[in-house]
T-cell receptor
Framework: GDSVTQMEGPVTLSEEAFLTINCTYT??????LFWYVQYPGEGLQLLLK?????DKGSNKGFEATYRKETTSFHLEKGSVQVSDSAVYFC????????????FGAGTRLFVKA | DTAVSQTPKYLVTQMGNDKSIKCEQN?????MYWYKQDSKKFLKIMFS???????INETVPNRFSPKSPDKAHLNLHINSLELGDSAVYFC?????????????FGPGTRLTVL
């Protein structure tokens, strides 16, 4: 079945450091890929998404490119801020997997001032 | 106006009790979901309704029963609560069931079973 694997956390960075959170997936169809972010005490919210191969999703300085050849959707940001401290979830949605969205285990990011 | 709202935000109860969590969305979406998030932040789908019809029913104990009185509401009733039911429960909604649809999450209900 479909699955999402993302790097284990926590990831601890200093402010203005470069961020990469790795995400790889397995899917039988042609999935859409998402990054959701969960700030402390809140629900998840969409950060960015890509619906077909080679698409790049971007938002708030974060970027991720849908790489079909490597089945990856790595999240990057050039310069993190303390306010980026949160849990980041990679997810996929694939019609052949039913109507479900499959979430990765989440990666907690701490950014120090 | 809050897009997806849940009540209550916190729920503390004894083992064996029955409790309900309510969810409402004002986005005009057709599809709603219930997720369970455990203490390690792992998120698991429980149920989904599309236009009041059940479309996802994952392997959850039959003590959990969802009810969708209309498209804007999806409630979760839990009978005979157990310690292992302690978690944060999230309601979410999406426009439909297309693979590219974004899900909008509520703020969560933290359930603690003593």
């Amino acid at each position: 079945g479909d699955s999402v694997t993302q790097m284990e956390g926590p990831v601890t960075l200093s402010e203005e450091a470069f961020l990469t959170i790795n995400c790889t997936y397995t899917a039988t169809g042609y999935p859409s890929l998402f990054w959701y972010v969960q700030y402390p005490g809140e629900g998840l919210q969409l950060l960015l998404k890509a619906t077909k191969a080679d698409d790049k999703g971007s938002n708030k300085g974060f970027e991720a490119t849908y790489r079909k050849e490597t089945t990856s959707f790595h999240l990057e940001k050039g310069s993190v801020q303390v306010s980026d401290s949160a849990v980041y979830f990679c997810a996929l949605s694939d019609r052949t997997g039913g109507f479900k969205t499959i979430f990765g285990a989440g990666t907690r990011l701490f950014v120090k001032a | 106006d809050t897009a997806v709202s849940q009540t209550p935000k916190y729920l503390v109860t004894q083992m064996g009790n029955d409790k309900s969590i309510k969810c409402e969305q004002n986005l005009g979406h057709d599809t709603m979901y219930w997720y369970k998030q455990d203490s390690k932040k792992f998120l698991k789908i429980m149920f989904s309704y599309n236009n009041k019809e059940l479309i996802i029913n994952e392997t959850v104990p039959n003590r959990f029963s969802p009810k969708s009185p209309d498209k804007a509401h999806l409630n979760l009733h839990i009978n005979s609560l157990e310690l292992g039911d302690s978690a944060v429960y999230f309601c979410a909604s999406s426009q439909g069931t297309s693979v590219g649809d974004t899900q909008y999450f509520g703020p969560g209900t933290r359930l603690t079973v003593l």
